[in-house]
Nanobody
Framework: VQLQASGGGLVQAGDSLRLSCAASGRTFSSYDMGWFRQAPGQEREFVSAISWSGGRIYYADSVKGRFTISRDNAKNTGYLQMNSLKSEDTAVYYC????????????????????WGQGTLVTVSS
């Protein structure tokens, strides 16, 4: 499956953004989807994940209560709604997908996600 993330931008602390991840090439509903982010000089961080049906959701502690992940399989698109943004949320955000039958535990780790989008930059000014 090919993924393309969009929706990043420059916002002020406290603002909101919604990222989108458009999928093509394979049946989107056959994949769990995740969002990762990477700040300059730091390792890629697992932010959130949603199972193929939307029935299971994971959030990193750093975003819990502020970010909401969702998906619309009919539109082959996933979303990450980010509210109450902080300067520490500044990073390149990547969407990723792993096959439904990957056999990995939930929510998995970075290495479980074999398909990646190109990343979209989110900059939060304080």
């Amino acid at each position: 499956v090919q993924l393309q993330a969009s929706g990043g931008g420059l916002v002020q602390a406290g603002d909101s953004l919604r990222l989108s991840c458009a999928a093509s090439g394979r049946t989107f509903s056959s994949y769990d989807m995740g969002w990762f982010r990477q700040a300059p000089g730091q390792e890629r961080e697992f932010v959130s994940a949603i199972s193929w049906s939307g029935g299971r959701i994971y959030y990193a502690d750093s975003v819990k209560g502020r970010f909401t992940i969702s998906r619309d399989n009919a539109k082959n698109t996933g979303y990450l709604q980010m509210n109450s943004l902080k300067s520490e949320d500044t990073a390149v955000y990547y969407c990723a997908a792993r096959p439904l039958l990957s056999g990995s535990k939930w929510p998995g780790v970075l290495a479980d996600f074999g398909s990646w989008g190109q990343g979209t930059l989110v900059t939060v000014s304080s």
